[in-house]
């Protein structure tokens, strides 16, 4: 559905000097995947979102949305757009601004009620509808915003950073939004700093490092993978002094817990049963990092070795 094939993004800095901000980028994002897009700050992520929504033009290589240039797919089809900062103009209502977009995006005016209530609904902004954008918390906002990218059901849907402002709540009910979008003939893409949102969401994520693309993760392929050697995290309740015994290189966290670095699985396991047989009451095990995660790490450090 989206292709990248060679992609340059080079910039004119400051006094003239060159910025790569994307450098060889090539990637295919599927018809019916969530996609994910992660990497550290500046690195090329949102010149990424640039290009494929057809606000910039690529230095060399080209972008496709469904085998047509952006700008002329968004134009026959549109794309669902959530930016990275909500910026709705303060004096509108809620209601107001969401029937604008709605105009705009080309909802016909016999569906524009029912289809803004629709998703009035879904990001639970009823009590606010009647409240001006400016009254709204920085939450409120950021669903705000996620309403008007899901008007109008497009086959194309881009969300730059969604849950940034969100409460717990409703980053959880956000997952549960991106379940409801999932379809067959919908693609999905999601760039975002948390990984753990990304973990659950997607079903791959793509790791950019300095305009590079490190390696594309397959998430659904490593939720339940046991990454060897990364650190684990062990509390107990009782029995607290035995754990250095059996594992020495553990660091004390205080309250019971334990970070485990540099053992295997089988080492830990070992080890804990060791403990409980001396009565160790053990509270929980868990990894300190997802797999997306230490593959996050693994990457965003090569690609800093390598000075990508």
């Known amino acids: ?30 018809t019916g995947e969530v996609f994910g897009l992660a990497g550290p700050n500046g690195a090329g992520k949102s010149t990424l979102i640039s290009l ?10 080209t972008v ?12 026959a089809n549109g794309v669902g757009y ?30 524009l009620s ?5 998703v009035v609904e879904q990001l639970g902004l009823e009590e ?9 918390s920085k939450g409120n906002l950021q669903r705000l915003g996620l309403a008007q990218a899901l008007l109008c059901e497009e086959r194309v849907i881009v969300l730059d950073e969604p849950t940034h402002g969100l409460d717990p709540l409703w980053t959880q009910r956000f997952r549960d939004i991106v379940d409801g979008l999932r379809a067959p003939k919908r693609t999905i893409l999601i760039a975002s700093h948390n990984l753990d949102e990304l973990a659950r969401v997607a079903d791959r994520v793509a790791i950019l490092d300095h305009g590079r693309l490190q390696r594309i993760v397959d998430v659904r392929a490593t939720r339940n993978d046991v990454v ?49 047989e001396r009565g160790v009451l053990v509270k929980a095990l868990f990894p300190v990092h997802s797999a997306l995660e230490q593959q996050f790490r693994e990457a965003v450090g090569a690609g800093a070795e390598n000075g990508a």
């Open 52 to 61: 494929l929504l057809g606000f910039l033009g690529a230095t060399r290589g």
């Open 128 to 136: 606010h509808r009647r409240k001006r954008v400016r009254q709204l």
């Open 114 to 118: 029912g289809r803004v209530s629709s």
């Open 1 to 30: 559905m989206i292709s990248f094939s060679h992609v340059d993004k080079h910039y004119r800095g400051w006094a003239q000097s060159e910025v790569r901000a994307l450098t060889d980028l090539s990637l295919e994002v599927r």
């Open 228 to 276: 060897r050697g990364a650190p684990y995290r062990l509390v107990v309740q009782l029995g607290d002094d035995h754990v250095k015994e059996q594992f020495p290189g553990a660091r004390a966290l205080g309250g019971g817990e334990h970070e485990l670095h540099g053992e295997s699985l089988e080492s830990i396991n070992a080890g804990v049963a060791r403990l409980i």
């Open 64 to 75: 496709l949305i469904d085998g047509l240039e952006p700008r002329v797919y968004i134009e």
């Open 82 to 111: 959530l930016s990275e900062l909500v910026n709705i103009p303060p004096a509108w209502r809620v209601c107001d601004a969401l029937e604008r977009y709605a105009l705009l995006a080309g909802v016909p005016q016999a569906d």
